[in-house]
């Protein structure tokens, strides 16, 4: 049986809010991830996995530092 906190790594990316200022609408655009609040000062985008690499990837390259 698999891992859930891997599967749940495989799934999803939470990060500080403020993290996603001014590539966010880019983002939901691009790709096909839900982006919901994780609490007051964070947001969980959740997808496929093969969304969520292209999403890691979409981050880096706009310059957001990843856990």
Known sequence: ???PSRLRDSTQIVLP??????IRSKLE??????VCSAGDSHYRIIGSP??????????????????
């Open 1 to 3: 049986m698999p891992d």
């Open 17 to 22: 809010c403020g993290e996603l200022n001014g």
């Open 29 to 34: 655009a691009d790709y096909t991830v839900t």
């Open 50 to 67: 093969v969304e969520i690499k292209a999403v890691n990837d979409f981050l880096i390259r706009h310059g957001v530092s990843l856990p």
